[in-house]
């Protein structure tokens, strides 16, 4: 059921009328009932796995927490949190790592395994986090262990996040669940316009420049003159796509009376690559700090890698070695995170070289920029690293686009060897042909200046969400209905296509 259907919308609200028609003491329970409804929807074959890795998680965070109240040893609260771990991924690790793996041991040994047809579940990369945050947060003390599976279903389940995240923090977002809410017109206005915004970035931005983006990578030959305009089209599409949907699954928990985390904070305004992640997929980066970084940095290996750095590097450069080598162990992590592929891993790999080698060299660029007579504040400084930084990430799009890394290794050859934007007329835009291309990129350029303008408005404290919320009623259905009318009148007119990470 995707997330633009008309099926979904009348899911949504009729989620919606019966939450607030249902009495209060039953209304999480209604916001399950829908949420397994969504599940079931996308197939009966994969409610296994959801409810597989519900009924592990939840039994080994009350195993954890009742051997807490025993004082059991740290060895054997070790051993179980491994276990629950390891089950947890188990089947994610299956269904999207086997094949990997398996054709990787055929071509390396010369070996025929067979390969398995595997069901690829619902938003399992979604879930089988959020599920082990909590499991994990259980074991540190800093949640409570749910005593309530149903209550627990919820929140792995929860079905505007199912897709495509954002990736909830158990002690955040599962009271919110709980919790019967009241009905209130500011929420829904929120809501509603929270909604309207993730579908105009979508339905209008990302799906016009995924026809160019697709064009270009599609027949890399016949457009090798407009790689580098594919690329920056790609980094359009990616961002308001995954965005837009965020936009809308927030929106959805809005109606409810439910705020879940952002996702996004501008990221093509970072001013760095760790910028960039603290602004891009918050949520993922914030799952892997907590869970990936910070016990790799405090673990007993760490330490003693951290003491034979200083005393081989020194001691300022030997402090940064092993921040930059867990660095690059989670960037690893988030390229395969987003698929079995060397594509990914080579994602990863780059993101973490990046930032590993920017650690490495910080107090290189503190002496260089001293020398050059540079504080930081200035303004042309800040554009500079904005750019520069757009620069590195629209770059590595290469491999996250690209099929494999020899077709991404190819087009970053045809990128800066070829030049010649007068191809860029010569791609169908939509069923408008050929001659609508002008109009698709000023709806596309005009597209990212508002995208640009709303989020800086927002870095500054100018909340347009919060401003609709606060009009009357009848001002703020005047708003919606004009949005409307711009997504229908200014959408793409190619066949509407679904969100980009909702694979993953």
């Known amino acids: 059921m995707s997330l633009i259907s008309n099926v979904f919308i009348i899911f949504v609200l009729a989620a919606v009328l019966c939450y607030y028609l249902a009495p209060m003491k039953i209304r999480w329970v209604i916001l399950l009932i ?181 064009a270009i990578w599609d027949d890399p030959d016949r457009y090798n003159g407009i790689v580098l305009f594919g690329l920056v089209f790609y980094g359009i599409q990616l961002y308001a796509d995954f965005s837009g949907g965020i936009d809308v699954v927030i929106g959805i928990g809005n109606l409810f009376g439910i705020q879940m985390d952002e996702n996004f904070n501008m990221p093509y305004l970072a001013t760095s690559m760790a910028d960039f992640w603290k602004r891009w997929h918050i949520t993922l980066g914030e799952w892997m700090m907590n869970y990936v970084f910070y016990p790799i940095t405090l673990s007993g290996w760490m330490t003693k890698f951290s003491g034979w750095s200083r005393k081989t590097f020194g001691k300022k450069t030997g402090r940064v070695v092993p921040i930059a080598l867990a660095d690059f162990i989670v960037f690893f992590l988030v390229g395969i995170w987003h698929g079995a592929s060397w594509k990914y891993v080579m994602y990863g790999l780059i993101n973490g070289g990046i930032i590993g080698f920017s650690e490495l060299m910080g107090n290189n660029y503190r002496k260089w920029k001293k020398a050059l007579n540079i504080s930081g504040k200035e303004k042309w400084y800040h554009i500079f690293q904005i750019i520069r930084t757009y620069i590195i990430v629209n770059l590595r799009w290469f491999y996250d686009r690209s099929e494999t890394v020899t077709e991404g290794n190819y087009l970053v050859k045809q990128a800066f060897t070829h030049f010649n934007f007068s191809q860029i007329f010569d791609i169908a835009a939509g069923r408008g042909g050929t001659e609508y291309v002008p109009v698709a990129l000023l709806i596309i350029i005009v597209g990212c200046i508002v995208m640009v303008t709303v989020g800086v408005l927002k870095e500054r404290g100018i909340n347009l969400q919060d401003k609709l919320a606060s009009m009357p009623l009848p001002a703020a259905t005047a708003v919606y209905i004009v949005l409307f009318l711009i997504i229908g009148m200014l959408g793409s007119t190619a066949i509407p296509k679904g969100f980009i990470y909702a694979q993953f």
Not at 38 to 63: P, Q
Not at 193 to 201: D, L, N, Q, T, V
């Open 34 to 214: 829908f949420s397994y409804i969504y599940y079931l929807a996308g197939g009966v074959r994969y409610l296994f796995f959801i409810i597989y890795s519900t009924i592990v998680v939840f039994l080994f965070g009350l195993a954890i927490d009742r051997l807490q109240k025993k004082n059991a040893s740290a060895k054997v609260l070790k051993r179980v949190i491994t276990v629950g771990v390891i089950l947890s991924f188990l089947l994610l690790g299956i269904v999207k790592y086997l094949g990997f793996f398996t054709n990787m041991l055929n071509n390396t040994f010369g070996t025929n395994i067979p390969g398995f047809a595997i069901l690829f579940p619902l938003g399992i990369s979604f879930y089988t986090f959020q599920s082990v945050g909590y499991l994990l947060d259980v074991y540190w003390k800093k949640a409570e262990a749910e005593k309530n599976i149903f209550r627990f279903a919820l929140f792995i389940s929860f079905f505007p996040q199912l897709m495509q995240g954002p990736i909830g923090n158990y002690n955040r977002l599962a009271p919110q669940l709980i919790t019967p809410h009241a009905l209130s017109k500011e929420n829904i206005i929120r809501g509603l316009s929270r909604i309207i915004w993730g579908y105009a970035k979508k339905m209008i931005i990302a799906d016009w420049a995924g026809i160019f983006a697709d």
